[in-house]
């Protein structure tokens, strides 16, 4: 299983320059690499037993395969394998399907790695990739939301380099397990940049204006997958230090709270999924334990619900209103929305009830308050308008292949908690639905609250990091845990 893994690493990136070598195979190429990553992932299920592997001794590679790692993993390959379907017809280069295909190996190599400098190396190249793709359609606008990206991600990286540093000058190793015993400002600095790629919290409010303003692919790549590699060393981190837990629980109720403060307000389709990745991220966060069967079924979800989103007649609420869509198209709206909202019969419903039950008491009622406010969220697409057109929307056969991958996918989920369809479990998602759906009709509808997006702006970011990293350090200070 070692040399596999190695190839399994190694391999997109191989791929992806042979692509740019043989263009005429780009996409089967690239849809190669994704049905490895598919396979490789249900491998590690069927395995069980943890993996690790240790590569040049304590300051080399340190790398941990296991059911966390699988669900991460899978959720990668379904991704990417839905988005190719999506590209298929398209006239993307095969520029487009090699930055796709390296895009995944990095993800991929963020998922297995359990050292920070290895974390580092992967989350650069997952900028670089990522920054490539957004800029992909060469507009001036796509280049400058692309280099807003790129210069947000390097300065958070630079923070969690020196915090990697100076974990290592404290225990001569990169090993996660280094935390225990490092000084506050290191533990900080380190979270600072993984918070930051991760999309959390306040860190995290370049989100919306880069998912938002991609293309539709490429938001799904975003959000499905790529801010997730920020996330889970914050996970992995929690689980192997229970002086990490606490922290990373709270960024977890707090980035729920604040980025479904900004969704239920928000007019326009792709914000208002961007501000809800945020607030999902949250979720993946508030119970580390579960945390893998939460980001799949938050990543197959939300890729979905960007690449519907795209093909919608208006991004503005208030315009589809007056522009009924098409019925075919409304029908996977409203599954996906099923999903994010936990209505049973779907993965989300599983994740919600499996991330309920190991929450500590402190963070109920904010995570319920998070969860009335997706139902509120997504009741702005399950109300649209809809009706069976006659000038239907012009959708390729693609973009049904990717829709019934991910919506499937939601399905098949279920498999991993089916012990959740309980009368209690169905009954309380069933009602903060209920109440969501109530308060969006008769209050959210109605209202015409527009909040500012001063907050976004480029200056502001780079000053939440500032703002971000004494937050840390005082909390990291207060842990006697943490003290050398």
């Given at each position: 299983m070692t040399n596999i893994t190695i190839i399994w690493m190694a391999l997109p990136f191989f791929i992806g320059f042979v692509i740019y070598l043989l263009p005429k195979l780009d996409r089967f190429l690239a849809l190669g690499i994704a049905l490895v990553s598919t396979n490789y992932a249900l491998a590690i299920f069927v395995e069980q037993s943890p993996l690790n592997i240790q590569l040049l001794d304590n300051f080399g590679v340190t790398l941990i395969i296991d059911q966390l790692s699988g669900f991460f993993i899978i959720t990668n390959a379904i991704v990417t394998l839905a988005?190719?379907?999506?590209?298929?017809?398209?006239?993307?280069?095969?520029?487009?399907?090699?930055?796709?295909?390296?895009?995944?190996?990095?993800?991929?190599?963020?998922?297995?790695?359990?050292?920070?400098?290895?974390?580092?190396?992967?989350?650069?190249?997952?900028?670089?990739?990522?920054?490539?793709?957004?800029?992909?359609?060469?507009?001036?606008?796509?280049?400058?939301?692309?280099?807003r990206y790129l210069f947000v991600s390097n300065t958070a990286m630079l923070f969690y380099l020196v915090g990697a540093v100076l974990v290592y000058k404290a225990h001569h190793s990169f090993y996660f397990a280094g935390l225990r015993g490092s000084p506050p400002e290191a533990i900080a600095l380190i979270f600072l940049g993984l918070l930051s790629k991760g999309g959390i919290f306040v860190s995290g409010l370049?989100?919306?204006?880069?998912?938002?303003?991609?293309?539709?692919?490429?938001?799904?790549?975003?959000?499905?997958?790529?801010?997730?590699?920020?996330?889970?060393?914050?996970v992995r981190c929690a689980l192997m230090l229970e002086e990490i837990d606490p922290i990373?629980?709270?960024?977890?109720?707090?980035t729920a709270l604040l980025g479904v403060g900004y969704a239920v307000f928000e007019k326009d389709t792709k914000r208002m999924l961007a501000f809800h990745t945020i607030s999902q991220l949250g979720f993946v966060l508030a119970a580390p334990v579960v945390a893998g069967f939460y980001a799949l079924t938050h990543g197959l979800v939300k890729s979905a619900l960007f690449l519907i989103a795209g093909v919608l007649p208006s991004r503005n609420f208030k315009e589809l209103q007056y522009k009924p869509i098409d019925n075919q198209i409304w029908v996977a709206l409203v599954i996906a929305s099923f999903s994010i909202s936990g209505f049973p019969l779907l993965s989300g419903f599983g994740a919600k009830v499996l991330t309920s039950k190991n929450l500590l008491p402190w963070q109920v009622v904010g995570m319920n308050i998070a969860a009335v406010g997706t139902a509120i969220s997504f009741a702005k697409f399950i109300f649209l308008p809809h009706q069976e057109n006659e000038e239907k929307i012009k959708v390729k056969l693609g973009f049904w292949w990717a829709i019934v991958v991910l919506l499937g996918g939601l399905i098949v989920a279920n498999a991993f908690y089916y012990e959740a369809y309980t009368l209690k479990n169905i009954i309380k998602p069933l009602v903060s639905i209920a109440i969501g759906w109530l308060a969006y009709l008769f209050i959210f509808k109605k209202l015409a609250i527009k909040i500012p997006r001063v907050v976004e702006e480029f200056d502001h970011l780079i000053g939440f990091m500032s703002f971000m990293l004494i937050l840390l350090f005082w909390i990291v200070w207060t842990q006697s845990d943490f003290s050398i």
């Open positions: 988005v190719i379907f999506y590209c298929w017809s398209s006239e993307k280069t095969a520029f487009f399907y090699m930055q796709i295909v390296i895009l995944h190996g990095s993800v991929n190599a963020t998922f297995i790695c359990a050292d920070f400098m290895s974390v580092y190396v992967a989350l650069e190249v997952i900028g670089i990739a990522a920054f490539l793709l957004v800029a992909y359609p060469r507009t001036d606008r796509s280049i400058w939301v692309g280099l370049w989100l919306p204006l880069t998912h938002s303003e991609s293309q539709s692919p490429v938001s799904a790549m975003l959000s499905g997958v790529v801010v997730k590699a920020g996330v889970f060393p914050l990373v629980r709270f960024f977890g109720v707090s």
